[in-house]
């Protein structure tokens, strides 16, 4: 891969809901998927974003998470961060009342 | 209300055992995704930002209160604790797990209600007057033929696989209270010159990405064809429906390209073909329908309502909250009561379970054990005696249900939007919140008087944006919320689609926006002019010039 491409390549995680729960997940190391976003695998190329794509679809495949996609994301102090709206609310739920959110609930 | 019957029984008894069968497959992998979706979304399942999301229908928004303490307990069950009422008089509940569902669509079902049609390209939930059969300007009881029109319209093979959703609603007054003129079929209520009763039929009306009025198709359609004129309508549009562009694919589109007097001419050929038939509706079967909507053992002799008149004198907050929440029924010494879920920085439409719980004794104690959703996210108990309006009025301020704001700005109709919703750009119960929060001083919503404030998250329109006062669309701008603001809208008779009145504002920025207008609308309008009699009188520009300063030359 040239040097050029790396540096144009948004870093990115693949995302999902889980089949059974309905809840977001992150595909983290060794195929699994995680619930904290910080837990999820950074991928910084296309080759690492072709490979990681096939594992979701396998996981699809085999009734673990539906409908999974690669989502842009900055790395900060906190870990990756969402660039998008829609995916900073996806990661810490609804912003309507605090109660209302993912971790106030956690999925027992 | 309407009772099932052992068909209505065996039908959604036999869809709760078949899901449970369809959700153990998928488990086990004999079912795919894609096999899987379409059954899921058959039964109003959803999948949402967060978790999946299960619609439940509630037809023409009628409950029991068994029915509601029903709905309570599967928000505690399998929920986290509340229900999300929508302006299809529906209940959405935003966190189910895939496992739990036959579960809860068993329990729904014991209660008789269920998830169907609730998704997907057929007929949906057919909504009527919220006010129906205590209204005292209403010709007829519209929930009599939203239930007619509910029997025929279930698991109908015909129409299950139409081009797109299908949307039907009825209203027994002439008064609009169901947004007909925004449905793809509207059923208005006539009388014709002999006297008769029937209906005016309006066609090809709706929001979404192209707003649309209904045109009327017939002017008086007689009771006794009402199922072979739907059927007929539904026959066009299912041959004829475009089928290539989902975009293109609702009825209002087609009856646009076709041109209103052509559809109507294929409607009523289609209409000759069939009518005298099968679907003839005859008045014996009529008034069986009519009997469970009969109107419940009033008091003929009502008691002198002095007490309720002292009451009012004596507390300020619950005469506010009768001159806004209360309105007149045809019985004398009863009333309508509308209690609103939406106290100020709370989401429009939510209750929880606990409230539903006390919905349920209220409406139990005080109104015939009956209850309604609105298509404006509140609930009515229609058949509330003055006399015990004091007594309820405090149970509900304990339940934190007492807020006295119904039509008024805070009133807010609003979305899931991205907080929730799987194709939104913006939120929209948070600037819900924000400007009920702005406007929460009872002295000053008064002032104010009637505002339709609507606010969908997204195109689509759930929201009802275009047929607000003042209607809030939001919008991506590079992953940012902004909103758009729409001026003018009205959902009634007197019916109008919103103008946009500029750049869109910031999600920081819209609240302060609509501040502005409603300023501007206080400063110039005459007395007892309404947002909409002053939008018509004055038009766009000082709205305009106070959100975006003067026009350049
Ligand atoms: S209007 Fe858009 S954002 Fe709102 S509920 Fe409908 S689809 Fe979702």
Redesign the pocket.
Same mark, same amino acid.
């Given at each position: 891969m040239s040097k050029k491409t790396e540096q144009i390549f948004d870093t990115k995680v693949v995302t999902a809901n889980m089949l059974l729960g309905g809840n977001v997940v992150y595909m983290a190391t060794g195929s699994s998927w995680d619930e904290k976003l910080a837990n999820a695998l950074i991928i910084k190329n296309d080759d690492a974003l072709t490979r990681l794509n096939k594992v979701a679809q396998e996981a699809v495949t085999s009734g673990i998470v539906v409908g999974p996609y690669a989502i842009a994301v900055k790395i900060g102090f906190a870990g990756p961060q969402p660039l998008s709206k829609r995916e900073q609310i996806r990661a810490t739920g609804p912003t309507i009342r605090a109660d209302y959110s993912e971790q106030a609930v956690p999925n027992v | 209300m309407y009772r099932y019957d052992e068909f209505d029984h065996t039908i959604v008894q036999e869809r709760v055992d078949q899901f449970r069968d369809q959700v153990s497959r998928r488990v086990s992998g004999e079912l795919t995704e894609e096999e899987f979706r379409p059954l899921r979304l058959m039964n109003g399942l959803y999948l949402q930002l967060h978790a999946y999301m299960l619609r439940v229908a509630i037809p023409y928004g009628t409950l029991s209160s068994k029915q509601i303490r029903m709905l309570a307990h599967i928000a505690r069950r399998y929920d986290r604790g509340y229900g999300h009422f929508t302006t299809r008089q529906n209940i959405q509940y935003n966190w189910p797990k895939l496992e739990d569902v036959p579960d809860l669509l068993a329990d729904l079902a014991s209660v008789e209600m269920h998830a169907i049609q609730t998704s997907g390209n057929c007929i949906r939930n057919v909504t009527a007057d919220a006010y129906a059969g205590v209204a005292d300007d209403e010709l007829e009881d519209s929930r009599i033929y939203a239930e007619i029109i509910r029997q025929w319209s279930t698991l109908h093979p015909e129409f299950s696989f139409l081009p797109r959703k299908f949307k039907i609603a009825v209203s027994g007054a002439p008064t609009d209270r169901a947004a007909v003129r925004f449905h793809d079929i509207g059923l208005q209520m006539r009388q014709n010159i002999r006297g008769e009763v029937g209906f005016e039929v309006l066609v090809g009306g709706g929001q979404g990405r192209t707003p649309i009025i209904a045109e009327t198709i017939r002017d008086f359609l007689p009771k006794q064809d009402l199922l072979s004129y739907l059927e007929a309508i539904l026959r066009v549009y299912n041959m004829l429906g475009r089928r290539d562009n989902i975009y293109k694919a609702r009825i209002k589109i087609l009856v646009k390209e076709t041109g209103r007097d052509k559809f109507a001419a294929l409607v009523e050929e289609e209409w000759n073909r069939i009518r005298g038939g099968a679907l003839d509706l005859h008045k014996d079967e009529i008034n069986r329908i009519r009997s469970y909507f009969a109107p419940p053992l009033y008091e003929l002799t009502p008691e002198p309502d002095t007490d309720y008149q002292i009451a009012r004198r004596a507390d300020r907050d619950f005469d506010r909250w009768c001159a806004s929440n209360v309105v007149s029924n045809k019985q004398p010494g009863y009333g309508i009561v509308n209690i609103s879920l939406k106290p100020a920085g709370m989401a429009p439409g939510d209750a929880t379970a606990d409230q539903m719980d006390v919905l349920a004794d209220l409406a139990e104690t005080y109104s015939f054990d009956e209850l309604r959703v609105t298509h404006k996210q509140n609930i009515v108990l229609g058949h509330v005696r003055l006399v015990g309006l004091h007594a309820l009025w405090q149970q509900l301020d304990a339940a934190g249900l007492a807020t006295a704001n119904i039509g008024l700005a805070s009133d807010i109709i609003a !979305?899931? &939007?991205?907080d929730y !919703?799987n194709?939104? $750009?913006a939120r *929209?119960i948070p600037v819900a919140q924000r400007i009920s929060e702005r406007f929460a001083n009872p002295d000053q919503l008064a002032r104010i008087g009637a505002l339709r404030i609507n606010i *969908? @998250? !997204?195109? $689509?329109?759930? &929201?009802h944006h275009h047929v607000g006062d003042i209607g809030i669309l @939001?919008v991506d701008r590079r992953g940012e919320e902004f909103y758009q603001i729409t001026l003018g809208g009205d959902p009634t008779e007197n019916v109008a689609i919103g103008e946009v009145i500029g750049p869109a504002f910031s999600y920081d920025d819209v609240v302060d926006a609509v501040e502005t207008i409603i300023a501007t609308y206080e400063t110039i309008r005459t007395i007892d002019e309404t947002f909409a009699q002053t939008w018509r009188r004055v038009g766009v520009t000082p709205f305009k010039e106070k959100l975006y300063g003067p026009a350049r030359h």
């Open positions: - | !979305c899931p &939007g991205l !919703c194709l939104a $750009n *929209s *969908s @998250g !997204c195109i $689509n329109a759930c &929201g @939001g």
